[in-house]
T-cell receptor, first 115, second 114 residues
Framework: NAGVMQNPRHLVRRRGQEARLRCSPM?????VYWYRQLPEEGLKFMVY????????ESGMPKERFSAEFPKEGPSILRIQQVVRGDSAAYFC?????????????FGSGTRLTVV | AQTVTQSQPEMSVQEAETVTLSCTYD???????LFWYKQPPSRQMILVIR??????QNATENRFSVNFQKAAKSFSLKISDSQLGDTAMYFC???????????FGEGTQLTVNP
């Protein structure tokens, strides 16, 4: 039973390019969460999605960032026109139902470096 | 809004000894969940232990236990018989009973020395 799979593990983008981060939840999990970890900081919530629905995007920057979790396929976190400040580790997590009872399972993260 | 504070950026302990990591939080909620996550150099976030606020009994998982003081809003993690593999960043986290987002502290880097 594979865990939460994130790819790529490392991603390098030049300023102004687009970054696409993918997350495949654990089998049977229909809830996905994205977090961002800036250097030397804790994880910060970005967005919570269920299949085809964004439930809570209150942690997402208003511009350039978007997320989706289609009926088929992985969840995608998309960052348009990346800037140096977007350099961070982006973590995805999943749960079978709302996560309140036991937390959730995290992936290994994607480290985005903007040069 | 909830906040989580970890006042110890770094700690070290000798192998086989016991260490306690501190965490305090602020919330107006009465029912909630608290977690400790471990992040080794591999960067994987690993759940160490969880506590429901409505339970008075402190959670225990093998060598890991918590001291949950609800009135003081304190949630410390005790690691007994420390092992080299315990070297990692440890994050304390809060979740409302009615919500799904985790609020993390800034982390404590624990180093276990041989």
């Amino acid at each position: 039973n594979a865990g939460v799979m994130q790819n790529p593990r490392h991603l390098v983008r030049r300023r102004g390019q687009e970054a696409r981060l993918r997350c495949s939840p654990m089998k049977g999990h229909s809830h996905v969460y994205w977090y961002r970890q800036l250097p030397e900081e804790g994880l910060k919530f970005m967005v919570y999605l269920q299949k085809e629905n964004i439930i809570d995007e209150s942690g997402m920057p208003k511009e350039r960032f978007s997320a989706e979790f289609p009926k088929e396929g992985p969840s995608i976190l998309r960052i348009q026109q990346v800037v140096r400040g977007d350099s961070a580790a982006y973590f995805c997590a999943s749960s079978p139902v709302t996560a309140t009872n036991y937390g959730y399972t995290f992936g290994s993260g994607t480290r985005l470096t903007v040069v | 809004a909830q906040t989580v504070t970890q006042s110890q950026p770094e700690m070290s302990v000798q192998e086989a000894e016991t260490v306690t990591l501190s965490c305090t939080y602020d919330t107006s909620e009465n029912n909630y969940y608290l977690f400790w996550y471990k992040q080794p150099p591999s960067r994987q976030m690993i759940l160490v232990i969880r506590q429901e606020a409505y339970k008075q009994q402190n959670a225990t998982e093998n060598r890991f236990s918590v001291n949950f003081q609800k009135a003081a809003k304190s949630f410390s993690l005790k690691i007994s018989d420390s092992q080299l593999g315990d070297t990692a960043m440890y994050f304390c986290a809060f979740m409302k009973q009615s919500g799904s987002r985790l609020t993390f502290g800034e982390g404590t880097q624990l180093t276990v020395n041989p």
